[in-house]
């Protein structure tokens, strides 16, 4: 089992940056691809970014690109989401998650965090 929590969530103007945090349980964290999930109210989850275990591989979703980064630190068992150049769409609550595979589906996620709400205002 690994527990994830994340933090660094809050309100931004338009235009302004906040990083995510994803603390994980485990020091097997280290063999997990991780993701990081946004849900907007009445919207379904979609993806954001992902990355491989070893941090070598990312992935982004085309409506972050360019302006979201996402990072881990093994040692310190933790991923990162800096989120950059911030728009009212991109208001969500956020969710990092733990895998096997740094892939776009949710339900190839096995852990999930409770989530930090992000709030752009215009």
């Known amino acids: 089992q690994v527990q994830l929590v994340e933090s660094g969530g809050g309100l931004v103007q338009a235009g302004g940056s906040l990083r995510l945090s994803c603390a994980a349980s485990r020091r097997t964290f280290s063999s997990y691809a991780m993701g990081w999930f946004r849900q907007a109210p009445g919207k379904e989850r979609e993806f954001v970014a992902a990355?491989?275990?070893?941090?070598?591989?990312?992935y982004y979703a085309d409506s972050v690109k360019g302006r979201f980064t996402i990072s881990r630190d093994n040692a310190q068992n933790t991923t990162y989401l800096q989120m950059n150049s911030l728009k009212p769409e991109d208001t969500a609550v956020y969710y990092c998650?733990?895998?096997?595979?740094?892939?776009?589906?949710?339900?190839?996620?096995?852990?999930w965090g409770q989530g930090t709400q992000v709030t752009v205002s215009s």
């Open positions: 998650a733990a895998g096997i595979l740094a892939v776009r589906q949710p339900g190839n996620y096995h852990y």
């Open positions: 990355i491989s275990w070893s941090g070598g591989s990312t």
